[in-house]
């Protein structure tokens, strides 16, 4: 099993930067397509953006394409996720996991605030 560990969110106003990290324990990290996901008050967990094991491929949600990029290290077993030209429409709990099922635990995710 991989335990995850979100950090880096914060408060930021509108077209400035954040950098999350995700660290996971667990031998297997590195064999994993792993991804962020995000939560907003009142939606459902919606899908940011995703890596391969390898860091070779990534894909993006349409809606941060061009803003957002993931990638991992995966000797040190983090996954990060760079936010650009950040939105108010990007304020919601970020959580990493598996990019696909069966999904890790969820961790308690990392809070980003965009004000406008």
């Known amino acids: 099993q991989v335990q995850l560990v979100e950090s880096g969110g914060g408060l930021v106003q509108a077209g400035g930067s954040l950098r999350l990290s995700c660290a996971a324990s667990?031998?297997?990290?590195?064999?994993?397509?792993m991804g962020w996901f995000r939560q907003a008050p009142g939606k459902e967990r919606e899908f940011v953006a995703a890596?391969?094991?390898?860091?070779?491929?990534?894909n993006y949600a349409d809606s941060v394409k061009g803003r957002f990029t993931i990638s991992r290290d995966n000797v040190k077993a983090i996954v990060y996720l760079q936010m650009n030209s950040l939105k108010p429409e990007d304020t919601a709990v970020y959580y990493c996991?598996?990019?696909?099922?069966?999904?890790?635990?969820w961790g308690q995710g990392t809070q980003v605030t965009v004000s406008s």
């Open positions: 996991n598996a990019a696909r099922g069966p999904f890790f635990s």
């Open positions: 667990g031998r297997t990290f590195s064999s994993y397509a």
């Open positions: 890596i391969s094991w390898s860091g070779g491929n990534t």
